[in-house]
């Protein structure tokens, strides 16, 4: 981001890659999702534009997959793989809406040349038995109900 000094006041100059975050933002706010999964986005991106301007990338026409490999790299030396999937996941979207939005001629696609990261499965514990029949209640008296409703029964 740049600084223009004007009348002994500092403003901040977006990069073309915050401009198009924010616009991205905004075409989620348009498609109507939910307020948390906007402040997702923003949170996902903001710390990808932040490594990215380490780099020096200041414009997604600049970006290439080394850069997006070493954002996944740098991310997850912090966080879990989960959290390495998630913003992958946020910067693969920005990215295909970038390319949908702007069409930009003999552009490629960088994210296509890495490979989404691998989260390995964790086994999970099995539910114990008056658990299982505590939820199983619960889903049969609602479709009771559901079924009363369709036939109505009300």
């Known amino acids: 981001m740049g600084t223009q000094k004007s009348n002994q006041r500092i403003r901040q100059i ?3 890659l915050e401009a198009d975050i924010d ?5 989620r706010q348009a498609r109507n999702l939910r307020p948390r999964s906007i402040a997702w ?16 990338v200041d414009d997604v026409a600049d970006l290439t997959p080394a850069h997006l490999r070493r954002l996944v790299l740098d991310y ?20 295909n809406w970038w390319g949908d939005e702007y069409e930009p001629a003999n552009w490629r696609n960088p994210i296509r040349k890495v490979p989404l990261p691998r989260v390995p499965e964790g086994i999970l514990d099995p539910v114990d038995r008056s658990a299982s029949s505590i939820m199983l209640a619960v889903c049969m008296a609602h ?3 559901r079924c009363t409703r369709l036939l109505g029964r009300d």
């Open 14 to 16: 977006p990069s073309a």
């Open 76 to 95: 997850a030396k912090d966080h879990r793989p989960g959290g390495v999937h998630g913003i992958y996941r946020a910067v693969r979207c920005f990215l």
């Open 143 to 145: 479709s009771a109900v």
């Open 23 to 27: 616009a991205f933002l905004t075409d």
């Open 41 to 56: 986005y923003a949170e996902k991106l903001a710390v990808a534009g932040t490594r990215l301007a380490q780099d020096g």
